[in-house]
């Protein structure tokens, strides 16, 4: 095809889904040119899968986008249907927000955010073609042949490289949500040494609500007060929608039991790795053998539609053999099915080909983020592709790359996970993963990344500020707290510490020491504190977790500093691990595949011993002495 | 890289003192409250000055041992350094290792010392490749010992409990994970909890039996001047160890010698007769007694049945009598006089002989061999290593914070946080890694996702 020169970029952005977006706002707000690339206008920042923002560990992923400046939180407030804060019962560290969306209207708004955006340029077309010159990237070319020059690439392609959609015996070229497959871009890309491999997912059947019976399902409200994703919104609205809950049942089960050879995982029709935690309805019935009944929400897909999302019934059986299992299930038995339930596979890469920066090892300024790095989400997708856009600007604008980690974030957790363990599935992220997690709450990703998204730029004046006045209030607050005393005769304190469930006081306390009590939270001692300052809710809830976690918190932080010291010693690009002496040959292996950039990545690797470890420590220490210089 | 790490750093024999090191950034902050002068105020230490200091914690005298602190970068590894010189006893080194792991010290691992001092630039780069042979033969060395040590009955208590924790910990964690799909864990965690608690004292039970046979018991013998501690002494030995006389006070040094009673490999110590005297030397010498009794496991208490009881053996009785110490009715052969059972009111355990004529020694074996027999914890499992037994130990911690966490009252997501440092403190031991371990478990164990 001939090719035609059209415009020269800083960073060309392929794929316009929640990490393309984030990763070209964020580059485009550093001031980079940047132009993003997608195959139809009208599914930018789509929701394939389910129509909701948010969940256990992804919640905490979106505060903490919209921490550092990204879009994915602000999109999520203003286009919610109804919120819930999941996990209240429990401890703060696991709250989790999740909020049902309007699909339509939150693609409208991301569209439009980007349409927005000063030096960015959204363009339909379908990339072909990474151009490179060395082992650098230079550009890339449209199925149309326009050619863009680049200094750097972030591949965000979602599932649509070489896209398949597999439903039953049907399996046919096909990108999400009915669009074109990417079918030449995998060639390109494995012909610069891009290791790619091939996973699968999926998603359930839409039915149209007119034909649903809600009288035999549980309506599931949204919460009384909603708290917003974005640290910058106070008051985001109501509840307008809700969900319904209903299940599977045993006819259900005897219907999938009966068709199973038809299905094209267990005919063996298909090979992709799918994940566990999304698991089709027919994978839970022949895994779970004792249950009797699966549990599946109906959740609206907007308000200008009459599509429900049935959670929890993915499957890739034959359309008639769905249609059968949909109408065995309570509520549903007069199901107009709109959109059967498929299985994708595509094409993706090995996320250990990628530095923390999310930058390819080996090619200069080729970038990863999202499904095409192996994760699966579209939190987490969105989270790397803001990490994939910073990075790549400052690398162009002679700037240190920004490298998240554990201790700070859930973002870095995910992507350490992904670049230095690799992942076997499409990976998923949960509280359970990060070991900080008393420190990684949701309600204080603005206190840990705010100052981060400040330094590189994605966080304004005015946001700063306020942020710092937050801080201040809340530290003044928890010194208050911890010096003002109050009397065991107090006869209010008695009513309160009674209806709290907790003993009355023997001798005098500080508020701060009742405020330990689990049992005691400090909105219950609002009655005894008459020179408590007026303070958000916000603030108080974060006095309050500090004090009664301070135990928790303080060890939590101490083996922080102890993994910030492996963190920081550093591995030279240029180790040669291969001839290492004293290295086992699986650790020699390993930290060549991976090139940890510190000794504490280096740790994580499976495979690599304290050993191996320690042989590396000794490596460096010879190094320093050599070169005379000092780390 | 710098935390405190200790070990005895002399060869694990029998010998007159023992060097305990201790190195790591701001080791004194560890190791300084355990020490104090003779005259019971903190002691202060000073680079390159030898103290001598009393080994003291909650009110216990572990040793009495000279030590020398050395300030980073000037010592041997580089780190700040304490080098704790003690008195010679396997038992009274390890004792003072296990306080120093209690306090926050981690054992060294083989080889860590010098390694240590050769990334902090102390050994040249000549001795490199010494260092990496030698922690490559350790790793091995381990690893081949780790397997060896934990086939069979132990391993797989070991293993239990470990499942047990990441069975546990898995529940809460899909609770929390997939909180629409995942109901409570229906089992009490915090029964299930002190049910694991009570497994790992057990099997830490367990691993003062190993130690014991490894290493031997510690016995002191002693008891008022001139009541024949000496002569039982030499007669346990089989040899003339003791210096013996009619004079009080002939022994004024503790005299430590090893020999076998029952199956049991034993330490036995001969100590100055304690009464009250005005000689400093002697007193030295029944301080050094005193303070060995603390330190030894058993004491044989011994008094002259052939004269009724001195208010020293009164004062003796009481300090040692209970359920753990022997009380020794010497001279047999001649007519009884002393009170029997105001002896019998402070000890369980009493035996009559005359170590002279070497009558009724053989009561001493047969004591030995059913109060530390062997043979019951044959196929119980024992951890015989220090590093295993410090491992469960901090798994055990933790258990009893995750247990305190959740009476007092907080979520069960908070106390996961300890259960989960529990299962590696133990998967450490049993060589598996948690984390990957429990979210395979969620998917196993619970049917969740969209």
């Known amino acids: ?631 | 890289m710098s935390d405190i790490i200790c070990a005895i750093a002399t060869a694990p024999a029998t010998a007159a003192l023992g060097i305990i090191r201790v190195s790591g950034a701001d080791v004194l902050s560890v190791v300084a409250p355990l020490l104090y002068k003779i005259n019971g105020t903190p002691a202060v230490l000073e680079h390159g000055k030898a103290t001598l200091c009393r080994i003291q914690a909650e009110g216990e005298v572990y040793d009495e041992a000279v030590v020398t602190y050395y300030q980073a970068p000037r010592s041997y590894t580089g780190e700040d350094t304490v080098e704790l010189c003690c008195h010679g006893g396997l038992y009274v080194l390890q004792s003072v290792c296990e306080l120093l792991l209690q306090k926050g010290c981690r054992m060294a691992q083989a080889g860590e010392f010098s390694k240590r001092a050769f990334l902090n630039g102390k050994l040249d780069l000549i001795k490199a490749q010494a260092v990496i042979d030698l922690i490559e033969a350790t790793s091995r060395a381990e690893r081949k010992n780790a397997l060896s040590q934990l086939e069979g009955h132990l391993s797989r208590r070991l293993s239990a409990v470990y499942e047990r924790l990441v069975d546990l910990n898995t529940a809460l964690l899909a609770y929390v994970d997939f909180p629409d799909e995942v109901d409570a864990p229906e089992e009490d965690t915090l029964a299930e909890l002190r049910a694991i608690e009570k497994e790992l004292s057990a099997l830490l039970a367990g691993s003062d039996r190993g130690q014991l046979i490894k290493e031997g018991l510690n016995i002191a013998i002693v008891g008022a001047p001139n009541v024949g501690k000496s002569t039982l002494m030499n007669r346990l030995l089989g040899y003339d160890r003791s210096i013996v006389s009619d004079i009080a006070g002939t022994t004024r040094d503790t005299v430590t010698e090893g020999c076998r009673l029952g199956d049991l490999k034993c330490h036995i110590a001969d100590t100055a007769g304690i009464r009250t005297t005005a000689d400093p030397i002697e007193q030295q010498g029944i301080d050094i007694a005193r303070a060995r009794a603390q330190a030894a496991q058993v004491v044989f208490a011994v008094f002259d049945g052939s004269r009724p009881l001195t208010e020293e053996d009164i004062a003796l009785a009481e300090e040692f009598g209970n359920e753990r110490n022997l009380a020794i009715i010497n001279k047999s052969d001649l007519p009884q006089k002393a009170d029997l059972e105001y002896i019998q009111d402070h000890f369980i355990h009493i035996v009559k002989l005359s170590a002279k004529q070497g009558e009724g020694l053989s009561a001493i074996d047969g004591w030995i061999e059913t109060q530390y027999s062997a043979e019951d914890c044959g196929d119980q499992g024992i951890l015989t290593s220090l590093s295993q037994a410090q491992r469960l130990l901090a798994g055990r911690e933790s258990v009893r914070r995750a247990i305190d966490c959740l009476e007092m009252g907080f979520t069960p997501d908070l106390a996961s946080l300890d259960i989960t440092e529990a299962a590696s403190a133990v998967g450490e031991v049993t060589g598996q890694t948690v984390t990957e371990k429990m979210i395979d478990n969620i998917f196993a164990k619970f049917c969740v996702g969209k």
């Not at chain 1, 930058?359 to 994760?375: C, P, V």
């Not at chain 1, 989270?383 to 790549?392: E, K, R, S």
């Open chain 1, 1 to 631: 095809m001939e090719k035609y020169f059209v415009e020269n970029l800083d960073i060309a952005v392929i794929g316009a889904g929640h990490a393309g977006i984030e990763a070209a706002l964020a580059a485009a707000r550093l001031g980079c040119k940047v132009g993003i690339f997608t195959i139809c206008l009208d599914a930018v920042g789509n929701m394939p899968c389910n129509p909701s923002i948010g969940g256990t560990a992804k919640g905490h992923l979106v505060c903490e986008i919209d921490a550092l400046g990204g879009e994915m939180g602000k999109a999520a407030d203003a286009t919610f249907l109804q919120s819930r804060m999941l996990n209240l019962g429990k401890g703060p560290a696991v709250h989790s927000l999740r909020v049902q969306s309007d699909r339509r209207g939150y693609s409208q708004y991301m569209k439009h955010a980007l349409e927005r955006q000063e030096n960015l340029m959204l363009i339909q077309g379908e990339i072909v073609e990474i151009l490179t010159e060395g082992n650098r990237v230079s550009g890339v070319v449209t199925h149309l042949g326009a050619e863009y020059s680049a200094k750097a690439v972030i591949l965000a392609t979602g599932t649509y490289l070489k896209g398949e959609i597999i439903i039953g015996k049907s399996q046919l070229p096909g990108g999400p949500d009915g669009m074109f497959p990417a079918n030449q871009l995998s060639e390109c890309l494995l012909k610069l040494g891009v290791p790619l491999r091939r996973f699968k997912t999926g998603t359930p059947a839409r039915v149209n609500k007119r034909s649903l019976d809600f009288s035999q399902m549980v309506v599931q409200e949204g919460d009384e007060e909603i708290i917003p994703f974005s640290f910058e919104n106070e008051d985001i609205g109501e509840n307008q929608v809700c969900c319904w809950l209903t299940a599977t049942n045993e006819r259900t089960h005897e219907i999938i039991r009966e068709n199973i050879h038809l299905s094209p995982i267990y005919s063996g029709q298909i090979k992709g790795v799918g994940p566990r935690y999304c698991p089709s309805i027919e994978d839970k019935i022949m895994r779970f053998k004792e249950k009797t009944a699966h549990q599946l929400f109906i959740e609206p897909c907007g308000l200008e539609t009459e599509e429900m999302y049935i959670q929890g019934l993915s499957s890739s059986l034959p359309e008639f053999v769905q249609r059968q299992f949909i109408h065995s299930i309570k509520g549903l038995e007069q199901a107009e099915i709109m959109r059967v339930a498929y299985a994708i596979q595509y094409d993706c890469v090995d996320p250990q080909a990628l530095y923390p920066t999310l930058e390819f090892k080996t090619i200069d300024g080729l970038y990863g983020a999202g499904q095409f790095n192996g994760s699966s989400g579209y939190e987490e997708a969105a989270a790397q592709g803001l990490v994939a856009g910073i990075n790549a600007a400052r690398k162009l604008q002679g700037k240190d790359p920004v490298v998240f980690d554990r201790a700070n974030s859930y973002i870095g957790t995910l992507i350490d996970d992904l670049v230095t363990k690799g992942t076997p599935e499409p990976y998923r992220m949960m509280t359970s993963r990060s070991e900080y997690r008393l420190l990684l709450r949701q309600d204080n990703a603005d206190l840990r990344l705010t100052p981060i998204g400040y330094e590189i730029g994605l966080i304004g004046e005015e946001r700063y500020q306020k942020f710092l006045t937050k801080k201040a209030n809340i530290e003044a607050e928890i010194s208050r707290l911890r010096c003002t005393y109050c009397s065991p005769q107090n006869q209010t304190l008695k009513e309160i510490l009674e209806r709290c469930g907790t003993p009355a006081l023997s001798g005098g306390a500080s508020l701060a020491e009742l405020i330990a009590r689990p049992q005691v939270s400090y909105f219950d001692l609002a009655p005894i504190d008459p020179d408590r300052p007026t303070l958000t809710k916000a603030e108080g809830r974060q006095a309050e977790i500090s004090i009664k976690y301070e135990g928790y918190i303080e060890k939590q932080l101490s083996k922080v500093r102890e993994f910030q010291r492996l963190e920081n010693r550093r591995l030279p690009e240029d180790l040669n691990y291969e001839e290492m002496i004293g290295l086992r040959l699986e650790a020699r292996q390993k930290l060549s595949a991976v090139r940890p950039v510190s000794i504490g990545q280096a740790s994580r690797i499976s495979g690599v011993s304290p050993a191996d470890i320690s042989v590396l420590m000794i490596e460096l220490e010879q190094r320093k002495n050599r070169n005379g210089t000092n780390e």
